[in-house]
């Protein structure tokens, strides 16, 4: 596999003829049928097939097709010239398709101005992805590429793979997906001509999406709007089902870490310290001898049970490594399990595919197959009754090693290796996803991946496999954030502070200020770096690091609410600024972001940056949550503190939060604080609906879930606020509110009520409030 070579248009025979009645279309010497099939909400198929060239299929990733529609946006012409109308009737793309032995493209022209976003996991350091070329092939980058080329800036192509781009065309939304598990490439029109050192860098003037091989299947979404557009694709995929609240707090890991000594140490550690802390992972050290799903008996003197109880006292689960790679030994358990019932890939001569990986030589179950899919679940299963209450599964790019993973071949040895690499890693999510399940068929399972493929948002967490601690990886983490978030990947998060190298004070400040709202969040280091618990910090720089922690657990609520919805609706946790505001230009900021659609973070990721600017967009003030102070909209600058980082919250927001400043892994969802964010002399309105469960079964989906609706009116500072309990299957929800801002009058479901002044600490120093009880 090249990384860095494109197929070139000019070595393809675009299609010449299409007859629209026999769907036939010619192109070069072949002929092949073609169809643009039209589904509800103008999300259309276009699909070209040809047995002789491509088998039929997509692989193991499902998508959830909206019914069919007449809607006609997408029109196929003479030549299979596909047109995309946009409001105005007039076209915002046209399209040729053409084939080059197996590889297939799309040629776009695009009808206005354009601006691209999405691609999934990118580590680019822009959220616009005008004038890249890029793949999609989910490599191991430490192992893949070489150390020049992941040291400091961006490896491409990484371990994650999502072919989907939205473009930006005028002022119309439209996303663009490759449902091929096959490698995929795009290249999108663009000048930045600090990308182009010799002319041939430039990219086409043309939209490019292809595929080396696979039968081509384009879905088209238009949006309008980029929310409309991100709810449609993301059901379309799969929305992430609501993850165990417990997934959502502070995870502790590093390699090095060995088993209930140092789980224990590690307990003891945060709670002492008074830091939240949910999950303790173990990596390869808690294996007998790098032999999956066989813990060593050393580690665990009185067995994982036993240490999986007394971490239980105070809320803490453990969350142990499985590669997908099973040593190649003879006499060890799951290997000849496996290779009696023949579940592990083959080779070209036939017999077992050997790679090199932890191990030594190792050999992959071929989980495109339901056979080796279930033989994976009884494995998990027996894991997950141990004790242990989640699973980390990595190097299921999957990575070889030093062998050439071509010869991996699927489906005893009749599928090549290209159809279904980018997709193992579904597989292996798929089967870890459902023995969990079996093992504890009413809890939520909770997964977290390295690699993933269209499809994974429905099992599994991703994290952007092993980054450095260095500036570069602190500042590309955000636009990836975002593009992860709006390519249907919104469960996701970096390591903190980097998982390679000795992380700086500085840095780590920065990190776990910028990323202490991340959807996923886990502070993990290479063996032999630098302690990085954030106790092993002499204050003050502990302190601060632990405010931020206490910080996301106050905001739990809010969190929490936000995976609810977007299981509802799709939207994402992390979105950019252009997500929610219209203003010109916002796409061109790379280190301000949204959580929800009620908090900005613009976070200082510079070296020794004493002021930043920051954008707040919009019509209305913006609430600085280090001072209390309002500030209207536009660029402001913000000075950085030891403690305090830019975070600012919209004009009008409920946001739930717990009660106090936590210092334990308590989530009491019921008893909510509703903090209000009312400007001076504020008139206006807002809605809220707060949801609560028990934040670890499915019993929600079947009304074991109370919601309770808020709504808040203001005149001239003077407030009314409304509460009904729509839905009480989860028992009563007592809320308290909290108002920042200064109410003349509060009247609570028509009566005025008694107001106290009281004082909350969120991102700075302590602010006065008005809490109604
Ligand atoms: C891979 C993972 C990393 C893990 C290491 C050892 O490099 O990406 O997170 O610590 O393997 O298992």
């Not at 019932?341 to 339901?370: I, Y």
């Not at 996803?433 to 948002?457: D, M, N, Q, T, V």
């Amino acid at each position: 596999m090249y990384f860095n070579k494109y197929p070139h248009r000019a070595n393809f025979s675009f299609v010449e003829t299409f007859d629209s009645e026999s769907g036939q279309v010619t192109a070069g010497r072949r002929v092949f049928s073609a169809s643009v099939a039209s589904h509800e909400g103008d999300v259309y198929h276009v699909r070209v097939s040809n047995p002789e060239v491509w088998a039929e299929s997509c692989g193991l990733s499902q998508l959830d097709v909206p019914r069919r529609a007449n809607r006609q946006r997408l029109k196929a012409g003479d030549d299979f010239e596909l047109t995309l109308l946009g409001k105005d009737g007039k076209p915002l793309l046209t399209g040729r398709f053409g084939v080059s032995g197996e590889a297939s493209m799309f040629l776009f022209e695009l009808g206005g101005e354009a601006r691209f976003y999405g691609m999934g996991e990118k580590l680019f350091n822009s959220v616009e992805l005008s004038g890249y070329r890029t793949k999609f092939w989910n490599t191991d980058v430490w192992g893949d590429f070489h150390f020049g080329q992941w040291g400091d800036h961006p490896s491409d192509p990484p371990y994650f793979s999502l072919p989907y781009l939205i473009a930006k065309i005028g002022e119309e939304y439209v996303g663009l997906l490759l449902h091929n598990p096959y490698p995929t490439f795009m290249e999108t029109p663009g000048t930045d001509e600090s990308r182009v050192f010799v002319e041939w860098q430039r990219t086409s003037e043309n939209l490019i999406l292809g595929s080396e091989g696979g039968e081509p299947n384009l879905w088209v979404i238009y949006g309008p709007s980029l929310k409309e557009l991100t709810r449609k694709f993301q059901n379309l995929i799969g929305t992430t089902p609501l993850p165990p609240a417990w997934s959502l707090g502070y995870h502790q890991s590093r390699w090095g870490y060995g088993g209930h000594d140092d789980l224990m140490r590690l307990d003891e550690a945060f709670t002492n310290n008074k830091i939240p802390c949910d999950g303790l992972w173990l990596d390869l050290d808690y294996m007998d001898g790098f032999r999956i799903f066989e813990t060593n008996p050393k580690n665990f003197p009185e067995g994982v049970q036993a240490t999986a109880e007394s971490l239980a006292k105070h809320d803490r689960r453990i969350v142990p490594i499985i590669d997908p790679g099973v040593k190649y030994e003879p006499g060890y358990r799951v290997y000849d399990d496996g290779h009696q019932q023949g579940v592990f890939c083959r080779n070209q001569e036939g017999s077992e595919f050997v790679g090199l990986v932890w191990p030594g030589e190792t050999v992959f179950p071929d989980f495109t197959e339901p056979k080796a899919r279930e033989w994976w679940q009884g494995y998990v299963q027996e894991f997950a009754e141990s004790g242990f209450a989640a699973c980390w599964i990595d190097m299921n790019d999957p990575s070889t090693g030093p062998v050439d993973p071509s010869g991996m071949l699927f489906a005893n040895g009749t599928v090549p290796h290209a159809a279904h690499h980018n997709d193992y890693s579904l597989g292996m999510q798929q089967a870890t996803f459902e023995g969990f399940k079996r093992a504890r068929p009413h809890e939520r399972p909770f997964i977290l991946s390295r690699s993933g493929f269209i499809g994974s948002s429905r099992y599994s967490a991703i994290w952007t496999g092993d980054n450095l601690a260095n500036r570069f990886y602190l500042k590309s983490s955000i636009p990836t954030s975002i593009n992860m978030s709006i390519s249907g990947q919104p469960f996701h998060g970096a390591d903190l502070g980097g998982f390679g190298g000795d992380v700086t004070d500085e840095l780590m400040t920065d990190w776990m200020k910028a990323h202490f709202l991340s959807p996923f969040l886990r502070n993990h280091a290479n063996r032999g770096t630098r302690d990085k618990e954030p106790y092993a910090f002499a204050e003050p720089l502990m302190s601060v690091l632990r405010r931020y922690i206490r910080l996301r657990y106050k905001l739990m609520p809010y969190l929490y609410n936000l995976f609810a919805l977007h299981e509802e609706e799709g939207d994402p946790i992390v979105r950019p600024l252009f997500y929610e505001f219209d203003d010109a230009g916002l796409d061109k900021l790379n280190d301000q972001f949204l959580v929800g659609p009620s908090i900005l973070q613009a976070p200082f990721v510079e070296e020794g940056a004493k002021k930043r600017s920051v954008i707040l967009p919009g019509t209305e003030p913006w609430f600085d949550a280090a001072t209390g102070e309002w500030l209207e909209p536009g660029t402001r600058t913000a000075r950085a503190g030891k403690e305090s980082t830019p975070l600012y919250i919209r004009s009008g927001a409920i946001i739930p939060m717990q009660p106090g400043t936590p210092t334990d892994n308590r989530k009491e969802l019921r008893e909510v604080n509703l903090h209000l964010f009312m400007p001076p002399a504020w008139s206006g309105d807002s809605w809220y609906e707060y949801r609560a469960d028990d934040g670890i079964s499915y019993a929600y989906a079947n009304g074991a879930r109370s919601v309770l609706d808020i709504r808040v009116a203001a005149v001239d500072g003077n407030l009314a606020i409304a509460t009904e309990l729509t839905e009480d299957g989860f028992g009563k929800i007592v809320p308290t509110f909290v108002i920042h801002g200064d109410p003349k009058t509060v009247r609570l479901n028509g009566a005025e009520v008694r107001l106290e002044k009281n004082k909350v600490t969120l991102t700075g120093k302590p602010l006065p409030v008005t809490v109604v009880g």
